[in-house]
Nanobody, 125 residues
Framework: QVQLVESGGGLVQAGGSLRLSCAASGSIFSIGTMAWYRQAPGKQRELVAMITSGGSGGSTNYADSVKGRFTISRDNAKNTVYLQMNSLNAEDTAVYYC????????????????WGQGTQVTVSS
């Protein structure tokens, strides 16, 4: 009863920018940490950025490879997390997945991690 839907991926030239969005919907009681992961062909899925649910917009953490280029943010009123990606390079090519730690109204005693379906980001050099 909970879904995460990503959008915003695509093909971009090196040095360009993209903004990914991930909206959570369904039987949501509360959302905790939200994050973006990516998986390149032949590689393991890796954490790109995460943002907690703090009152002041949450605290953030980034993979070293994207620090200073990517910015994660969230809009709690819209149950949405964003990833602004600037100065993209070929190494950023991957399928990007969002995740969210959600307590559903179906069972408020348990928090589950939900995943989006993934969105392809391709950076041409």
């Amino acid at each position: 009863q909970v879904q995460l839907v990503e959008s915003g991926g695509g093909l971009v030239q090196a040095g360009g920018s993209l903004r990914l969005s991930c909206a959570a919907s369904g039987s949501i009681f509360s959302i905790g940490t939200m994050a973006w992961y990516r998986q390149a062909p032949g590689k393991q899925r890796e954490l790109v950025a995460m943002i907690t649910s703090g009152g002041s917009g949450g605290s953030t953490n980034y993979a070293d490879s994207v620090k200073g280029r990517f910015t994660i943010s969230r809009d709690n009123a819209k149950n949405t997390v964003y990833l602004q990606m600037n100065s993209l390079n070929a190494e950023d090519t991957a399928v990007y997945y969002c995740s969210a730690d959600i307590i559903s109204t179906v069972d408020v005693r348990t928090r589950h991690r939900y995943w989006g379906q993934g969105t392809q980001v391709t950076v041409s050099s």
